[in-house]
């Protein structure tokens, strides 16, 4: 049996709660794309990440890295958001507020969920020049 984690889910939404009377979670809006009409830009809007680990066996740190694929420079890195590990055989599950992102240009960057020095998963996120129209006349 292995002693490494294993990801349910690594998801980036506008929103993700809890609800009060249960173990349910609430994600809402999720998304992988962004678009800006200019660069360099930050993507402002509220985001959080939902973190679903299964088999954790020993306390550990996360980890957030944005990281722009352009020339692999890592933009942001979280501060390390320790997690406990599991009881009676359940999952463990997150929520952690994604700061605002930085976008320098258009293009492929990455969201890196490490758990200590390992790297878990990664969400890619795509942005993309959206051409403003401007109304006739």
Same mark, same amino acid.
């Given at each position: 049996?292995?002693?490494? +984690?294993?990801?349910? &889910?690594?998801?980036?939404?506008?929103? @993700?709660?809890?609800? %009060?009377?249960?173990?349910?979670?609430?994600?809402?809006?999720?998304?992988?794309?962004?678009?800006?009409? !200019?660069? +360099?830009?930050?993507?402002?809007?509220?985001? !959080? &990440?939902? #973190? $679903?680990? &299964?088999?954790?066996?020993?306390?550990?740190?996360?980890?957030?890295?944005?990281?722009?694929?352009?020339?692999?420079? @890592?933009?942001?890195?979280? +501060?390390?958001?320790? %997690?406990? !590990?599991?009881? $009676?055989?359940? $999952?463990? /599950? @997150?929520?952690?507020?994604?700061?605002?992102?930085?976008?320098?240009?258009?293009?492929?960057?990455?969201?890196?969920?490490? #758990? !200590?020095?390992?790297?878990?998963?990664?969400?890619?996120?795509?942005?993309? /020049?959206?051409? /403003?129209?401007?109304?006739?006349?």
């Amino acid at each position: 049996m292995s002693n490494k +984690p294993v990801l349910q &889910a690594f998801i980036i939404a506008d929103d @993700v709660y809890q609800g %009060v009377n249960h173990r349910k979670f609430t994600i809402v809006g999720t998304f992988n794309m962004i678009t800006s009409v !200019k660069f +360099p830009t930050m993507y402002q809007k509220p985001t !959080k &990440a939902y #973190i $679903n680990i &299964a088999e954790l066996r020993n306390d550990a740190e996360i980890t957030l890295r944005y990281v722009d694929l352009k020339d692999l420079s @890592v933009l942001f890195e979280s +501060p390390k958001f320790p %997690v406990k !590990k599991a009881s $009676n055989n359940r $999952n463990i /599950e @997150v929520i952690i507020d994604i700061p605002p992102l930085p976008i320098p240009h258009p293009g492929t960057f990455h969201l890196e969920l490490w #758990i !200590k020095d390992d790297l878990l998963s990664i969400a890619k996120i795509i942005v993309e /020049e959206h051409k /403003e129209t401007l109304p006739p006349g």
